[in-house]
Nanobody, 130 residues
Framework: VQLQESGGGSVQAGGSLTLSCTIG????????MGWYRQAPGDACILIST???????YYADLVKGRFTISRDSAKSTVFLQMSSLKPEDTAVYYC?????????????????????????WGRGTQVTVSS
C-alpha cells in the first residue's frame, strides 16, 4: 500500500492550497479515505473523511473552508483548503481508513501520532503566515 501526498507549501492567511494524495497497491474504490493533520506538540487530528460512496465529514475547525473529494479514475483524494489561517499550519497526512470504516465508526478523531491503525502517507507541510 502506497500513499503519496503533494501540494503543501507556504501561503499567507486567507490564501488557498489543494492537497492531493495518490494511492497505489489496493482497491481505491473500496476504501474510505481521510485527511489528518499534526502540528508540533499537538495530537494528530482528523480533519475530513470521504467514504467509498463519496459521503463526507468535516471537523468543525475546517467546516466551510475545506472540501474533500476523490477521483476513482486517478486513485486520488483531494483536500481543497481555502480561507487558511495561521492555526492551520501543520503536517497534513492522507490515510486509507479501510472498507466502510466510517459507517463502522472505526475512524479515530484524534491520535497521539499520525501512524498505526491505517495506511498513511508521509505527510506534506502546510505553513500559513499571518
Amino acid at each position: 500500500v502506497q500513499l503519496q501526498e503533494s501540494g503543501g507549501g507556504s501561503v499567507q492567511a486567507g490564501g488557498s492550497l489543494t492537497l492531493s494524495c495518490t494511492i497505489g497497491g489496493f482497491t481505491f474504490d473500496d476504501s474510505d479515505m481521510g485527511w489528518y493533520r499534526q502540528a508540533p506538540g499537538d495530537a494528530c487530528i482528523l480533519i475530513s473523511t470521504i467514504s467509498h460512496d463519496s459521503s463526507t465529514y468535516y471537523a468543525d475547525l475546517v467546516k466551510g473552508r475545506f472540501t474533500i473529494s476523490r477521483d476513482s479514475a486517478k486513485s486520488t483524494v483531494f483536500l481543497q483548503m481555502s480561507s487558511l489561517k495561521p492555526e492551520d499550519t501543520a503536517v497534513y497526512y492522507c490515510a486509507a481508513l479501510g472498507y466502510r470504516a466510517v459507517e463502522r465508526h472505526e475512524t479515530a478523531e484524534q491520535k497521539p501520532l499520525c501512524a498505526g491503525d491505517y495506511s498513511w502517507g508521509r505527510g506534506t507541510q502546510v505553513t500559513v503566515s499571518s
